[in-house]
T-cell receptor, first 116, second 113 residues
Framework: EAEVAQSPRYKITEKSQAVAFWCDPI?????LYWYRQILGQGPELLVQ????????DSQLPKDRFSAERLKGVDSTLKIQPAELGDSAMYLC??????????????FGAGTRLSVL | AQSVTQLGSHVSVSEGALVLLRCNYS??????LFWYVQYPNQGLQLLLK??????LVKGINGFEAEFKKSETSFHLTKPSAHMSDAAEYFC???????????FGTGTRLTIIP
């Protein structure tokens, strides 16, 4: 069964360092999402891509976060510099488009970030 | 704007007992509604979805949910709890025709042997 791949699974970094997370969506899925899930809370959307274009990044802290999906396939989320409050699980999800897709999003296993 | 409220951040049931996890939604347009399950240190797995077809939706692992427009609810149930059901459960909403998912804060389900 096709899956959304994310790496690394775990990342420990020090405050002010740069970190990057990678996501490879299910083949053929045009829409890709990055979510942040703080411990004890539900996921919150950071950025949504349709192919290589950003559809929604209204909740992305753009002073330190950036996301790209250059060829419309895999994607990278970067934080520079990391802050203590960035400690969370970062989830990637993908979905097909069109009416029949009915917005079913498939999630990867996530990257758990700890900022010390 | 859309939102969901999950009543009860922690629910404990005995093995074999009924599972009931509550979700109420707020949406200005016809919603799509979802239940996801998350096991420790894992991503989210779709349990079931409501997309304006049948109001009683059956999902995986014996779970089902009923869409009640008059109560703006989409509660998740399972007749008989199993130890493997212990996990975090999230209700989510997206407006018809829009892909953005808004999640609730989750309910942690504990199964008592």
């Amino acid at each position: 069964e096709a899956e959304v791949a994310q790496s690394p699974r775990y990342k420990i970094t020090e405050k002010s360092q740069a970190v990057a997370f990678w996501c490879d969506p299910i083949s053929g899925h045009a829409t890709l999402y990055w979510y942040r899930q703080i411990l004890g809370q539900g996921p919150e959307l950071l950025v949504q891509f349709q192919d290589e274009s950003v559809v929604d990044d209204s909740q992305l802290p753009k002073d330190r976060f950036s996301a790209e999906r250059l060829k419309g396939v895999d994607s990278t989320l970067k934080i520079q510099p990391a802050e203590l409050g960035d400690s969370a699980m970062y989830l990637c999800a993908s979905s097909t488009t069109g009416v029949l897709a009915k917005n079913i999003q498939y999630f990867g296993a996530g990257t758990r970030l700890s900022v010390l | 704007a859309q939102s969901v409220t999950q009543l009860g951040s922690h629910v404990s049931v005995s093995e074999g007992a009924l599972v009931l996890l509550r979700c109420n939604y707020s949406s200005s347009v016809p919603p799509y509604l979802f239940w996801y399950v998350q096991y420790p240190n894992q991503g989210l797995q779709l349990l079931l979805k409501y997309t304006s077809a049948a109001t009683l939706v059956k999902g995986i692992n014996g779970f089902e949910a009923e869409f009640k427009k008059s109560e703006t609810s989409f509660h998740l149930t399972k007749p008989s709890a199993h130890m493997s059901d212990a996990a975090e459960y999230f209700c989510a909403v997206s407006p018809f025709g829009n892909e953005k998912l808004t999640f609730g804060t989750g309910t942690r389900l504990t199964i008592i042997p």
